[in-house]
């Protein structure tokens, strides 16, 4: 009880002034709030002590201090910065390209920027660290006395210890200050011990000057190194020294960093902490030298004191298991400022102790590829590379199961060895029945594989099906290379060794002539002949030369069913090119389409030279609801120009719109109307669709012997329609649509039912297109009787617009009669 009032006491004394030098301690604030809630609210009214300012005091003890930047975060650059950030990067990347791509070794470990440098206050404290104004000594007394005490250092270098006056600890280590403190607490407090840890840091300002990147003086933590400051200043130039950066304090130099040490090795002994006031001096970089090639870090790097040739490999990383030792190329100047080439040998004594000179640029070669006793597997197979050859070796050997060792779409019937004569370094090519080979081990179709043999696996293109897998190991794929090298090593005397396969082959083109020179071998390696090859004949074209020197080609006819079954020889020869002809018209049906009004309709096979009326028969004839008049008959090559001629249309009349668009001012709104006028007609051009119908008279087609018969075309078609009962109308009339079919009735009483001609509309030009697609001009037709002319069934009366009014455009009326006539034909087919 006596220690809960000495506590409230002191809090009495404590909470009221903010200033107050005496704390209280964890422990006594605990063992007042384990008493019982009356007892403590008796004591806190007899002493006049707030209970909530004692929480509140508990808890901004139990609070940690925070860390403060001592190094704030720049939130944004200016333009001025990010301008000279972007000037830098273009220097650098120009100065890299004059190296030939090798960049300077070190520098990217500065290549972030710091957010923030917080004092440093979560490590242990070094024995030695030196004590100084604003650091805080945190100190724990225990047993008779519990108290907790943070002692700041003042300016004049002193901490206050409670109830025992100042105490100078600037200058002293920190080892030498807890002893200190230890010591003093034993003799002046009897059963007190105390524990004396370091709570917050001070900051200090140092100096980063020469060539860092942003060269200042800058505050950091007590604990900063020379790479801390090296960081916060943004990093060190490229034209700035990795390897003599200088500590200076009070004009002294204390100290020496060497940026390789850390960078190759972890070294970080002579990171020397700082000091208030220390200097940090980045001299301008030495003498630097580049190494690239089989090395595991190409770059430049800054020579120190003398450098061998051995060590700027350690640097590099060592060499890569790539590297051939035996040859380094040195590249340098000599004493007359020339470039000159030396070489060394790293296997060697003296090659590793040859000295390197600034400037140098050392690239170390790489080995060959593998030289010798191998053979190797290109294409569709399931582990392709090179594989150990041995005397003896054969195709099965390596290609020992066709379902495993190659892939699903593997060409299994045929294969390729590439051989290279080692004398003559010239390439030939053997052709191999895979499957033979492969189900006949041992056998004369399991050839023998020699040193750097090339086994080539081709795709099936009938297994593919449009996959990823196999396309590349086509044919021609494959081949491309062997082709080029055949036809490089040609010479006089030894012709180039290829010929060319076309026709109804599974896969023409250029191959490499076969070692038998046999048709049936070079066939063969085309993929063999397809259903459509005629047996009957077959073409060899020879190129050669005459007595006379000029080159001539021959013609040589053979029967390819006797040299397919061995009854006839043939040789081929350089450059030959066989031609295997196609059945004629194999498997080619063509075909007419019959609709509408015919007994059988469908679509018909038809026989070359057949006529539309055999056809008609082969359908069984019209109905009897058939109205041939007004048969539409089309052709696919009519169809191809009729759309040629809407594309023709349309350009002119795109020239004529920019024309009237083009003309004069606009009187009366004429100009704007004539425009849009030609803007319509263009857009019905755009929409129209080329129907591609012949005019035919079907009723002389089927029942004359005298009218000239229609021999027809794959793709043509008829449609034969009902007999209709109605005329049309289209145009430049009031109400464009079509009327009942009435006896007796003329263009003039059709146009009047119609609502008569608009005041655009061209009435000397006024034509009937009749059912059957032909055109008739009332006006100039003589036997036609005029516009009085009585109409039949399925006519249609087209009455055009004024083309003389709108500046004398002609193309205009024949732009709109192809329209209405494709529309006419559309409009029967789609009416059936």
Request: glycine share 8%; no cysteine.
């Amino acid at each position: 009880m006596n220690l809960t009032k000495r506590l409230l006491t002191s809090l009495a004394l404590v909470l009221p002034v903010t200033t107050a030098a005496q704390s209280i301690s964890q422990s006594q604030i605990e063992q007042f709030k384990s008493m019982p809630r009356a007892q403590q609210e008796a004591l806190a009214r007899q002493y006049g002590v707030d209970l909530d300012s004692i929480a509140g005091s508990a808890s901004q003890q139990k609070q940690r201090p925070q860390n403060v930047n001592v190094v704030e975060p720049v939130d944004a650059i200016s333009d001025e910065e990010r301008e000279r950030a972007r000037q830098e990067q273009d220097d650098n990347e120009e100065q890299d390209r004059k190296n030939g791509g090798l960049k300077p070794y070190g520098y990217d470990l500065f290549v972030g920027s710091p957010t923030t440098f917080a004092p440093v206050t979560e490590i242990p404290i070094p024995n030695n660290y030196t004590l100084g104004p604003g650091d805080v000594l945190r100190v724990q007394l225990w047993g008779k006395e519990n108290q907790q005490l943070e002692l700041p250092v003042s300016r004049d270098g002193t901490v206050s210890f409670p109830q025992s006056g100042p105490q100078t600890v600037a200058g002293l280590t920190f080892d030498q200050a807890r002893q200190q403190i230890k010591k003093r607490v034993s003799e002046q407090y009897i059963g007190v011990q105390a524990s004396v840890s370091l709570g917050e840091l001070r900051s200090m300002r140092v100096f980063v000057l020469g060539e860092a990147r942003n060269a200042g003086s800058y505050t950091v933590s007590s604990l900063s190194t020379i790479t801390n400051a090296l960081y916060v200043s943004g990093g060190i130039k490229r034209t700035g020294s990795l390897r003599k950066i200088q500590h200076k304090r009070d004009g002294q130099l204390v100290g020496e960093l060497d940026l390789y040490d850390l960078l190759l090795a972890g070294d970080t002994s002579n990171d020397n902490r700082l000091q208030p006031g220390d200097v940090i001096f980045i001299p301008p970089v030495g003498d630097r030298v580049g190494i690239e090639g089989e090395v595991y870090r190409p770059a430049l790097y800054e020579l120190k004191s003398n450098t061998n040739l051995q060590e700027l490999v350690n640097l590099a990383g060592g060499l890569t298991p790539q590297a051939y030792p035996q040859l380094v190329r040195i590249e340098r100047n000599n004493d007359d400022f020339l470039r000159i080439i030396a070489e060394a040998n790293l296997t060697t004594p003296k090659g590793k102790q040859a000295k390197v000179r600034p400037g140098d640029r050392i690239e170390v070669a790489s080995i060959s590829d593998i030289t010798g006793q191998y053979v190797e597997v290109k294409g569709a197979a399931t582990r392709p590379g090179k594989f150990a050859w041995v005397p003896g070796m054969r195709v099965s050997s390596v290609i020992n199961n066709l379902d495993t060792d190659l892939v699903p779409v593997a060409d299994q019937r045929y294969a390729a060895i590439v051989r290279t004569d080692p004398k003559t370094d010239e390439v030939s090519v053997l052709n191999l029945r895979l499957r033979d080979a492969v189900q006949n081990p041992g056998s004369e179709q399991d050839m023998l594989l020699e040193e750097q043999d090339r086994l080539l696996i081709f795709s099936d293109a009938g297994k593919v099906n449009g996959g990823e897998e196999g396309r590349n190991f086509t044919r021609e794929q494959l081949f491309s290379p062997v082709l080029q090298r055949l036809k490089t090593q040609a010479k006089p005397g030894a012709p180039e060794q290829t010929i060319r396969v076309t026709g109804p082959v599974r896969y023409p083109g250029e191959y490499p002539l076969p070692a038998s020179r046999r048709v049936e071998d070079a066939i063969y390696v085309a993929g063999g002949l397809k259903d459509s090859a005629s047996l009957y004949t077959a073409e060899l074209a020879r190129f050669g030369v005459d007595d006379q020197g000029t080159g001539k080609t021959r013609i040589q006819n053979l029967n390819l069913q006797a040299v397919m079954e061995g009854e006839a020889s043939v040789t081929l020869k350089s450059r030959d090119r066989l031609l295997i002809k196609s059945i004629p018209e194999f498997a080619q049906a063509k075909t007419i389409e019959l609709n509408g009004e015919v007994r059988y309709p469908g679509q018909y096979t038809i026989r070359d030279g057949e006529t539309l009326r055999d056809v008609i028969k082969r359908a069984g004839g019209l109905t009897d609801n058939a109205f041939p008049e007004g048969a539409v008959f089309t052709r696919e090559k009519l169809r191809q120009l009729e759309a040629q001629r809407l594309r023709e249309a349309e350009e002119r009349l795109q020239g004529d719109l920019v024309g009237v668009q083009l003309e004069g001012d606009d009187i009366g709104g004429q100009n704007a109307e004539r425009t849009q006028q030609v803007q319509d007609l263009l857009e019905e051009v755009q929409d129209s669709r080329p129907v591609g119908r012949m005019v035919i008279n079907l009723p002389s087609v089927v029942g004359s012997d005298v009218y000239q018969p229609i021999r027809l075309q794959d793709g043509d078609t008829l449609t034969v329609p009902v007999i209709p009962q109605s005329v049309s109308v289209f145009g430049e009339v009031q109400f464009p649509t079509s009327h009942l079919h009435m006896q007796g009735l003329t263009v003039d009483d059709y146009l009047e039912r119609s609502g008569g001609p608009t005041r655009q509309a061209d009435e000397e030009r006024v034509y009937v297109v009749k059912a059957d697609g032909s055109v008739m001009l009332p006006e100039k037709s003589r036997w036609f009787g005029g516009r009085s002319q009585k109409l039949a069934p399925g006519d249609t009366i087209i009455v055009p617009i004024d083309v003389d009014r709108l500046n004398q455009l002609e193309l205009w009326t024949n732009v709109s009669q192809i329209v209405y006539q494709i529309a006419l034909g559309a409009a029967a087919v789609g009416n059936l």
